[in-house]
Structure formats: C-alpha cells, structure tokens
C-alpha cells in the first residue's frame, strides 16, 4: 500500500487557488480513478476534482469553506499499488544501465541522467549541476526534481541545491502557500479600518479574494495603456431589431448586439495578430487561434468563459455560444473547458449603462475591450445636417509591453469601420 496525496489542481489559467465548497467523500471511503472527491470554486469556475488514484481516503486535510493555493495537498489516498517506489527501481535500474554500478562515484558518472530526469529538468529549466540528489551514491532523481517543481518557484541555478534541501526538510502544504503569497503581496501595509457603530462588516469570501488577488496581479505586473473611438451603429441596431423576433423564433435565443461586436473583434483580430498575444517574460506569443473571452457576471461573481475559434463562426453561432455560456455560468455548471485558451477579452460592460470604462486586462492577455451602452446622440453629419444617430463608445486597455498606441489605433478604426458598414444588404447572421 501506498500513500498518496492529491493537492488543488488549477482550474484555468491565471488562477492561483480555490476553496473547497463541498466535501463528496468522507475518510475511509473507497474511490475509483477520476472518481470525485470534491466541489471547487474560483473566480472562473465551479467544478469537481476528480481522485488521481484508486484508493481508499485516509484524511481529509482540507476543511470546507477553506481556500487553499493551487498544488497545495487537500487530501490522502492510501493507494492499492506502490506507484513511486515502482518508478524508482525503473530509474535506478535505468541509471544502473547507463552509468555501471550505482554507487561509483566518479565525477563523469555523476553527469550521466536517466531519461526521466533529463525531460523534467529540460522542461523546467533546472541546472542538474546544481542538485544535490537523494539516490544512491548521490544519485538525481525524479523525485528530487518533483520536490524542486512542487515548491511552486523554479530557483535559479545557483540556489538549485539549497531549494532542493529546503523543500525536502519541509512538507509541501507549508512551502507551497509562501511561494503564492510572495506573488500576491500588496504594495503597502494595508490600512486598518475603523469600524464605527452601525457599519456593516462583510466576511470577504475565497472566490472574492481571488478575483482581488488577479487584479492586483494584473495591475501590478502590466503597464497598461487606454484608447476609446465612438462608433456609430445605427444600421447595425436598424438591422438587428428588424430581425430579431423573427430569429428568436427560429432559433429559441436571443440574437444580441453583443454577437455583432464579438464578430467583428474576431475578424479584425486575424488583421492584426500582434493584438492577439501574450506577454512571456523574454517573448512575446502571438496565439494562432482567435478565443475571444467574454465577461459574464451572476449576483456577486464574475465568470470568464471562451468563445473557441470566433472568427470561425457566424454571427448566429456566436449568439448561440453566448446565450449557453451564460446560461451555464448561471447555474455552476462550466466546465474546464469552457473558462480556458482565451485570448482575448470583449466586455459587454454596456449591458448595465456604462458609456465609459477602463478595464483591467485579462491576465496574461494583452489587451481588453470594453463594449458601452448604445445610446441616442445627436451627430453632426457629413453634409452639416444634424441627426439623432445610435453611437456606441468602444474602450481599450492594452498591454504596453506588448503592444503600442499606433497598432491598437489601427485595431479601433478597422472594428469601428466593420461595425458602421453593417447592414441588411451586406450583412448576413448565418
């Protein structure tokens, strides 16, 4: 028998922890592999962990209502087959074949790796030089290099050994919430409110701190930049209001502006790919598929599912998508597919009578835009007539690292050009 841990997985990207809601399992019950054991919620998701193992439960270690770091153990599984030490009688015997005996110490000996140490250190960047191993005859293995990983920050090569040391003198559920704390730790010392008679405290709950804690991320680590263009949608809003109906009865949901929009970013996002990229420390990624992210709040929480492949569907498509997207976060039901490979973000911040805003990029995207309330204004036309005509304000906020003022500019005016030369002579939702 052997005991085996599962820790808080990451349910999508930029998501550093989540709370246990809800316990399915209780110690010394029998678990099958993928068998839940329990209900997580971040700040994108609902969703269940499923068991790693076969097994029975020994301990639960993390309580309900608890919100714990991502890689941090929640619970113990006393498996029916000794899996590690399997894996380390395959490494010893394959170092044992390409190095000779186990316990010669020789330094040209000591530079030779078995397969499965060579991949983990290359696909996490860690100097072999540097690592004091735990096998025989000081041998490197898998599972010093998973103590290294599991500390949640790759050392530098220099201090490779003494991470090594560290980690294995402690356990992980101690060392892993240190690492995320360091990445989440405010500017200042935060000022302590005075409470006064009749106010009103409200505990802040883990998918509340969550959220904080990614927009602090975001803030603190992009240097953002803001452009808005006024766009006028009156063929636009001619075009869907005399079909609407008509569609919704068709169809069985509703056909929003919000669809239109999201089309036209999509499309011009295959104009410009630059705006359609990734801030990665020393390089920038340029995504080949266009997955829009679209904001969709419920009561107090905000979810952020994907549209996958946008510019691939029709206006109708894309309707579709949004109405079961919403429908889905409404009721806890998204899944990890549905809240991942986003990016870009198009906030639909109009829908409750904003006609300005900046928003803080979808970390780690690029850029956001921020689609305003449609309102009647009176426009000065090109011959001097004056007309109540149906405009919208288009806001983004953009990555500076990543992109620059001149390229975004160019970005607006295409979608504000697509946008004004919707009509029903040119324009087809199918």
Same mark, same amino acid.
């Given at each position: 028998m052997?005991l085996?841990q599962?820790?808080?997985?990451?349910? !999508?990207?930029?998501v550093?922890?989540?709370?246990?809601?809800?316990?399915?399992?209780?110690?010394g019950?029998?678990?099958?592999?993928?068998?839940?054991?329990?209900?997580?919620?971040t700040?994108?998701?609902?969703?269940?962990?499923?068991s790693s193992?076969s097994?029975?439960?020994?301990?639960l270690?993390?309580?309900?209502g608890e919100?714990?770091?991502?890689?941090?153990v929640?619970?113990?599984?006393?498996t029916?087959?000794?899996?590690?030490?399997?894996?380390?009688?395959?490494?010893?015997?394959i170092?044992t074949?390409v190095?000779g005996?186990?316990g010669s110490h020789?330094?040209?000996?000591k530079?030779r790796?078995?397969p499965?140490?060579?991949?983990?250190?290359?696909?996490?960047?860690?100097?072999l030089?540097?690592?004091?191993?735990t096998?025989?005859?000081g041998?490197?293995?898998?599972?010093?290099?998973?103590a290294?990983?599991e500390?949640g920050?790759?050392?530098?090569?220099?201090v490779?050994?003494?991470?090594v040391?560290?980690?294995?003198s402690?356990?992980?559920?101690e060392?892993?919430?240190?690492?995320?704390?360091?990445?989440?730790?405010?500017?200042s010392?935060p000022i302590?409110?005075v409470v006064?008679?009749?106010?009103?405290?409200?505990p802040?709950?883990?998918?509340?701190?969550?959220?904080?804690?990614?927009?602090?991320?975001?803030?603190q680590e992009?240097?953002?930049?803001?452009?808005?263009?006024e766009v006028?949608?009156?063929?636009?809003?001619?075009?869907?209001?005399?079909?609407?109906?008509?569609?919704?009865k068709r169809?069985?949901f509703?056909?929003?502006?919000?669809?239109?929009?999201?089309?036209?970013?999509a499309?011009?996002?295959k104009?410009f790919?630059?705006i359609?990229s990734?801030?990665?420390?020393?390089k920038?990624v340029?995504?080949k598929?266009?997955?829009?992210?679209i904001?969709?709040?419920?009561?107090?929480?905000?979810?952020v599912?994907?549209?996958?492949?946008?510019?691939?569907?029709?206006?109708?498509?894309?309707a579709?998508?949004?109405s079961?997207?919403?429908?889905k976060?409404?009721? !806890?039901?998204?899944t990890?597919?549905?809240?991942?490979g986003g990016?870009?973000?198009?906030?639909?911040?109009?829908?409750?009578g904003?006609?300005?805003s900046?928003?803080?990029i979808?970390?780690?995207q690029?850029?956001?835009?921020?689609?305003?309330?449609i309102?009647?204004?009176?426009?000065v036309?090109?011959?001097?007539?004056?007309?109540?005509r149906?405009?919208?304000?288009?806001?983004?906020?953009?990555?500076?690292?990543?992109?620059d003022?001149?390229?975004?500019?160019?970005?607006?005016?295409?979608?504000?050009?697509?946008?004004e030369?919707?009509?029903?002579?040119?324009?087809?939702?199918y």
């Amino acid at each position: 028998m052997a005991l085996e841990q599962m820790k808080m997985p990451q349910l !999508g990207e930029s998501v550093t922890e989540g709370t246990i809601s809800k316990w399915l399992v209780s110690v010394g019950d029998r678990v099958e592999k993928y068998d839940p054991l329990a209900e997580v919620l971040t700040d994108k998701v609902n969703a269940e962990i499923p068991s790693s193992f076969s097994g029975v439960v020994k301990e639960l270690i993390a309580a309900e209502g608890e919100t714990l770091p991502v890689g941090t153990v929640i619970c113990t599984i006393e498996t029916d087959e000794v899996v590690e030490k399997v894996e380390e009688k395959m490494e010893e015997a394959i170092e044992t074949s390409v190095n000779g005996e186990v316990g010669s110490h020789s330094q040209s000996e000591k530079q030779r790796y078995s397969p499965a140490v060579l991949k983990l250190s290359q696909e996490h960047g860690i100097n072999l030089a540097n690592v004091k191993g735990t096998g025989k005859g000081g041998r490197i293995t898998r599972k010093d290099l998973l103590a290294i990983i599991e500390s949640g920050v790759i050392p530098q090569a220099e201090v490779a050994q003494r991470a090594v040391e560290q980690v294995q003198s402690k356990p992980i559920i101690e060392a892993q919430p240190k690492a995320v704390e360091q990445e989440t730790k405010p500017l200042s010392k935060p000022i302590e409110q005075v409470v006064s008679q009749g106010d009103v405290e409200i505990p802040v709950s883990g998918l509340r701190k969550t959220i904080a804690q990614n927009m602090v991320r975001s803030k603190q680590e992009i240097p953002h930049a803001w452009l808005m263009v006024e766009v006028d949608v009156t063929n636009l809003v001619q075009y869907r209001d005399s079909i609407k109906d008509e569609f919704k009865k068709r169809e069985g949901f509703n056909l929003t502006y919000f669809a239109f929009f999201v089309k036209v970013v999509a499309q011009t996002l295959k104009e410009f790919p630059q705006i359609n990229s990734m801030w990665a420390n020393d390089k920038i990624v340029q995504k080949k598929d266009i997955n829009i992210s679209i904001a969709v709040a419920h009561e107090e929480t905000l979810f952020v599912p994907v549209i996958k492949h946008a510019d691939e569907k029709t206006i109708k498509g894309i309707a579709r998508e949004i109405s079961e997207l919403a429908s889905k976060a409404k009721t !806890g039901k998204l899944t990890m597919d549905d809240i991942t490979g986003g990016t870009f973000t198009v906030n639909n911040t109009g829908s409750f009578g904003s006609v300005q805003s900046m928003g803080i990029i979808n970390y780690p995207q690029a850029a956001i835009l921020q689609v305003e309330s449609i309102v009647k204004r009176p426009v000065v036309m090109d011959n001097g007539m004056i007309a109540i005509r149906d405009m919208v304000n288009l806001c983004l906020s953009l990555d500076h690292r990543v992109l620059d003022g001149l390229i975004c500019g160019k970005f607006l005016k295409r979608i504000k050009e697509r946008l004004e030369n919707i009509s029903k002579e040119n324009t087809s939702v199918y």
